[in-house]
T-cell receptor, first 114, second 113 residues
Framework: DGGITQSPKYLFRKEGQNVTLSCEQN?????MYWYRQDPGQGLRLIYY???????QKGDIAEGYSVSREKKESFPLTVTSAQKNPTAFYLC?????????????FGSGTRLTVV | QKEVEQDPGPLSVPEGAIVSLNCTYS??????FMWYRQYSRKGPELLMY????GNKEDGRFTAQVDKSSKYISLFIRDSQPSDSATYLC?????????????FGKGTLLTVNP
């Protein structure tokens, strides 16, 4: 089945550590996105990539980094510079469908700082 | 002023009630208006979308867009306990490939049996 796979589902990070969240899609979509969701805050865009080997900062990119070496993969690294990383992280991809029909979300990774 | 405003609730209704959810926005360039449903600890799923102004109906759900007032609504008729979720409105400037969505904060809805 086509879709987006995020892993792990739950992740715990110690203070000062970098962690990488995985996002893989087999939908052959060109564009991929990372969002952060906090309680009562909706979804905020961290980074997005419209094509392999290219990506742009979203609204809250500080403390995060990404790479897009393959069309199928868009990993997000939460660095030690991110002061408040505890949140629910959502990956999405878009392409192929007209308008919002082509936009698909993964099931998310919940990151907790311990 | 935030681009998209949505009352986070929470909203609690009895089974069978008509539910009204809404969002306001400030950016007149938005053309696509979406409603996503998100169950706890899951990714959002697209419920409905509307292009420009007008109404759209799908079963028990009706989406309305009033661009003159910069106001969108989602109505749920005969609400069911399975409708209990967070409802997020989202908007975008275009519908083609490679566009970004701007989300409201989401409204937490509970439908009590």
């Amino acid at each position: 089945d086509g879709g987006i796979t995020q892993s792990p589902k739950y992740l715990f990070r110690k203070e000062g550590q970098n962690v990488t969240l995985s996002c893989e899609q087999n939908l052959n979509h060109d564009a991929m996105y990372w969002y952060r969701q906090d309680p009562g805050q909706g979804l905020r865009l961290i980074y997005y990539s419209q094509i392999v080997n290219d990506f742009q900062k979203g609204d809250i990119a500080e403390g995060y980094s990404v790479s897009r070496e393959k069309k199928e993969s868009f990993p997000l690294t939460v660095t030690s510079a991110q002061k408040n990383p505890t949140a629910f992280y959502l990956c999405a991809s878009q392409g192929g469908g007209v308008g919002p029909n082509g936009y698909t979300f993964g099931s998310g990774t919940r990151l907790t700082v311990v | 002023q935030k681009e998209v405003e949505q009352d986070p609730g929470p909203l609690s209704v009895p089974e069978g009630a008509i539910v009204s959810l809404n969002c306001t926005y400030s950016n007149s360039a938005f053309q696509y208006f979406m409603w996503y449903r998100q169950y706890s600890r899951k990714g959002p799923e697209l419920l409905m979308y509307t292009y420009s102004s007008g109404n759209k109906e799908d079963g028990r759900f009706t989406a309305q867009v009033d661009k003159s007032s910069k106001y969108i609504s989602l109505f749920i008729r005969d609400s069911q306990p399975s409708d209990s979720a967070t409802y997020l409105c989202a908007m975008s400037r275009s519908g083609g490939s490679n566009y970004k969505l701007t989300f409201g904060k989401g409204t937490l809805l509970t439908v009590n049996p």
